[in-house]
């Protein structure tokens, strides 16, 4: 990363370098057998990144001035679709001017989270805009965490405008880089995916797994085999929604998962934290655990068809669901992840098992736990490649996460910040580790 400040001509040139990223084209293009999609022409694509970074620096009545482009043809989309299934095209009776004050009026009507201004490239004119594209709201929930499903964005470049030199842009729902405070951010990584979460979510999923088997003998007509991972992609989506709508409150937040089979000792007088507000040990407590056990029920029940031809199901069947109880139960899911997210607006953590039983928040992390001096900060999913950096320059939250760690192996700290930025924490290889989620300036991401 360059030293300084970096500007829409910078962002340019490394969305140009990126292109040239053979690994890169082929995790975002992955059709590239069709064609890799093509970028404006440079001159042309650093008018428009300006211009939006121009736009991003007015108000709008003491608001800051958000809203979504695409560059594509208006004629590519369907005249006939609209949300929530496909994209509703609207097109001006003429051109608008591409130009930081239309951008500036039309924001307040292109909704961030519904809709999207889309602009063509005129040979003689440059960049036009052309009208409006209505995407609906679904395209949240693969950031925020959710099972319902959205239209794919087509392989076109989208940019991202969420405040005062705040800028991403995308190929399609891919995000290639983003301008954030005069700094430019790669996509962030994306632990969930990690082998090391799926284990640590293990407990969850192989106590509900082996919960739903025996409902699953006990059922008067055939289920369909379940997708042995879905138990934790279920709490990994709740895990997201957690973090989003603490990330979006602003106030920051603490939350430490440890081992289920520590419940018991935390609640009591312990070395490693006190808890301040406790919850009784009710099935309350571990609603969330019954609400994934129904979840993965039903999906088995409702799938006769796949039960006849021996087909697994999952999270595929799942998000497509148009069945009422998942509804309500995907509802009710994602209310727990709400209210735990609540929880952290007290000071202290909001402890959890892996096993995703709420213990209770406010939980104060020992002051005498031994401090932690170095740290090391995974570049990679797996903690493959690190680097080692001074605990010195965090907050708070941070440094008594780094503790516990320290000192509890098993245990797992996501520290939200007030500027959003995400850390991860636990104890890798031999040290305290932790994967850095940086701001990217997509709400979310």
Not at 237 to 265: K, T
Request: proline share 5%.
């Amino acid at each position: 990363m360059r030293e300084g400040h970096s500007y829409p001509r910078e962002l340019v040139a490394f969305i140009y370098a990126r292109w040239r990223d053979e690994a890169f084209l082929d995790r975002v293009c992955p059709e590239r057998e069709q064609g890799n999609p093509q970028l404006p022409e440079r001159g042309v694509l650093e008018q428009v990144i300006s211009t939006c970074y121009q736009a991003s620096l007015l108000r709008e009545e003491e608001r800051p001035v958000m809203f979504r482009l695409i560059i594509r043809d208006s004629y590519l989309f369907a005249a006939q679709e609209g949300p929530p299934t496909g994209m509703h095209r609207l097109i001006f009776s003429r051109t608008r001017p591409f130009n930081e004050y239309e951008l500036h009026r039309l924001a307040p009507a292109a909704d961030f989270y519904r809709t999207l201004i889309g602009i063509f490239i005129d040979p003689a004119l440059g960049a036009q805009i052309w009208g409006l594209l209505h995407s609906g709201t679904r395209w949240m929930h693969a950031v925020y965490g959710g099972r319902k499903t959205s239209p794919p964005m087509p392989p076109s470049l989208v940019v991202y405008v969420t405040g005062p030199g705040q800028i991403s842009v995308c190929i399609g729902d891919e995000i290639i880089a983003s301008l954030n405070g005069g700094q430019i951010n790669c996509p962030t990584l994306d632990v969930f995916n990690s082998d090391w979460m799926r284990k640590s979510l293990s407990p969850l999923n192989d106590e509900t797994f082996a919960l739903h088997r025996k409902a699953r003998q006990r059922a008067e007509r055939p289920w369909a085999d379940l997708d042995p991972e879905f138990g934790s992609k279920i709490g990994q989506q709740a895990i997201r929604r957690i973090i989003s709508v603490i990330r979006n409150s602003n106030h920051g937040g603490l939350l430490v998962y440890l081992p289920a089979d520590m419940a018991d000792e935390i609640m009591e007088q312990n070395p490693y934290l006190t808890l301040k507000y406790q919850f009784l040990e009710f099935d309350s407590r571990q609603r969330f655990l019954s609400l994934t056990l129904r979840i993965m029920n039903t999906l088995a029940e409702i799938n006769e068809s796949a039960a006849a031809e021996g087909r697994m199901v999952g999270w595929h069947e799942y998000v497509n669901s148009k069945n009422e109880n998942i509804a309500l139960l995907d509802e009710a899911i994602f209310d727990v992840a709400h209210f735990i997210a609540a929880l952290s607006a007290v000071d202290g953590a909001v402890v959890i098992t892996k096993r995703q039983e709420l213990l209770g928040f406010g939980g104060v992390i020992s002051g005498d736990l031994d401090s932690v001096g170095m740290v090391a900060h995974a570049l990679d999913t797996e903690g493959g490649q690190c680097e080692s950096v001074l605990s010195e320059g965090v907050g708070t939250r941070h440094r008594a996460a780094y503790r516990l760690c320290q000192r509890l192996h098993q245990a797992i700290a996501i520290v939200i910040s007030q500027d959003e930025s995400v850390q991860i924490v636990r104890w890798h290889n031999g040290s305290v580790t932790y994967w850095d989620q940086v701001p990217t300036g997509v709400p979310g991401f």
